[in-house]
């Protein structure tokens, strides 16, 4: 077993690592016997997601006077990490339900709209979805097409997203819409929409390469009337606020990443010990304790990363540049050390039998959601140049 802890950024305080230990146990006994099912069938857990609730992990960053557990993103990123050693699909869903729709709704919208929405998404008795993106707007979000037209006392929203997590199994939702396409992107709005509303339901399902537990679908819009209460702050604030709440999620992918590199490294490092070939273990040849050793490093390295993202964020310290850089670091380490661990196991890691071949598909997706690599380096290169 490789000694994880030893290369956490500062020492846990007693709550994280009862945090940890919990979700820890959770996964290994709740979720890895099932991983596979799940993948297979895409089906997602939703019973595993009112235990998560119940647990106080989807509404991590939301504060308690709304049922949220109140704790920061550091927390957040290390239950993210360890359901992402076990099964990054959960973990997808966990960073999305919380860090996307709830947390929009926890930083933008009004009391009344926190007390209606957010008690049934902290608790997991309703899934969040969020959308922003849509078939001819992906890394260019704010080009997005659907329309909100103010009439009497409701908005009418036409127009369709896609690619949202939880857009078959989420019952509450955020979506950017336009409310006046003359400002462009400050033209762009954010409002809460419900299961149930009239006009207002899921599209194709995806059947994806990954994630494959995670629900990811279309959502339409056609004619759907979403009250003028439903809207988040005011017109026109939408985009920005999708902007701030991508922020916080590339942290989270972050941490996704570290967890799926650390969980596709342990299965190696255990495989390595236990395999021979020319009478030795594979562990015993350095080509294969080089790669580990490498692949360690660089995990190490991007939990770092993630990690100071998280601190600058739950200090209030402008993070812009170091989310990304997280972001786009971890999911490559993550990209390497799926593709290495299979490399590892040889022909078992190709076949389903071994954890790695799953997480070898899972990886692909934490260099393109929220944002691709190639946006995150726009990102980056973008902050640093304006500090110099
Ligand atoms: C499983 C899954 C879950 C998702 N969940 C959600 C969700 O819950 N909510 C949501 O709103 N969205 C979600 N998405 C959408 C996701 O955020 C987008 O797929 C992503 O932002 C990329 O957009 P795109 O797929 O349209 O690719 P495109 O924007 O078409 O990009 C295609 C390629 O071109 C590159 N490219 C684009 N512009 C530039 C540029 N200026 N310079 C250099 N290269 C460029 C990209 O990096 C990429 O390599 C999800 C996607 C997936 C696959």
Avoid at 195 to 206: H, L, P, R, T, Y
């Amino acid at each position: 077993m490789i000694p994880t802890e030893s290369s956490y950024l500062t020492t846990l305080n007693e709550n994280q690592t009862f945090i940890r230990d919990t979700i820890r146990e959770f996964s290994n006994n709740k979720i890895r016997p099932l991983i596979m099912e799940w993948d297979e069938a895409q089906k997602f857990p939703t019973d595993i997601f009112k235990e998560l609730g119940n647990l106080g992990f989807l509404g991590i960053v939301v504060d308690e006077e709304f049922g949220g557990a109140g704790l920061g993103y550091l927390e957040f990123a290390i239950i993210i990490e360890e359901l992402g050693k076990v099964d990054p699909s959960i973990a997808l869903s966990v960073a999305a339900h919380n860090g996307l729709c709830t947390n929009h709704i926890f930083r933008f919208a009004n009391k009344e709209q926190k007390k209606k929405f957010l008690p049934d998404l902290t608790s997991g008795r309703k899934i969040g979805a969020w959308g922003l993106t849509e078939s001819s707007s992906g890394s260019d979000a704010g080009g997005l097409q659907s329309v909100a037209e103010k009439k009497d006392n409701y908005y009418l929203l036409n127009g369709s997203k896609n690619f949202i997590t939880h857009g078959t199994v989420g019952e509450t939702a955020v979506v950017m819409a336009i409310t006046d396409k003359a400002k462009g992107r400050k033209g762009i709005s954010a409002f809460i929409l419900e299961k149930g509303m009239k006009g207002f339901f899921a599209g194709k399902k995806e059947n994806k390469l990954g994630m494959r537990a995670s629900d990811t679908s279309q959502l339409i819009f056609e004619n759907c009337k979403v009250p003028f209460e439903n809207l988040i702050g005011n017109e026109g604030e939408g985009f920005i606020q999708a902007l701030k709440i991508l922020e916080g999620g590339r942290i989270s992918i972050a941490a996704l990443s570290v967890g799926l590199a650390q969980g596709a490294l342990d299965a190696a490092a255990k495989y390595s010990k236990e395999r021979k070939q020319f009478g030795k273990t594979l562990s015993e040849f350095q080509a294969i304790q080089f790669k580990l050793a490498e692949i360690q490093t660089n995990i190490d390295a991007a939990r770092m990363l993630t990690y100071r993202a998280a601190f600058l964020k739950d200090k209030n310290i402008p993070n812009i540049k170091e989310a990304a850089m997280a972001k786009l670091f971890a999911s490559e380490v993550a990209e390497k050390a799926a593709s290495e661990a299979v490399q590892i196991l040889g022909g078992y890691g190709y076949i389903k039998d071994f954890p790695v071949e799953k997480f070898y598909r899972d990886v692909k997706l934490l260099t393109i959601g929220e944002g691709t690599s190639e946006i995150q380096r726009i990102v980056i290169a973008k902050e640093l140049l304006k500090e110099n």
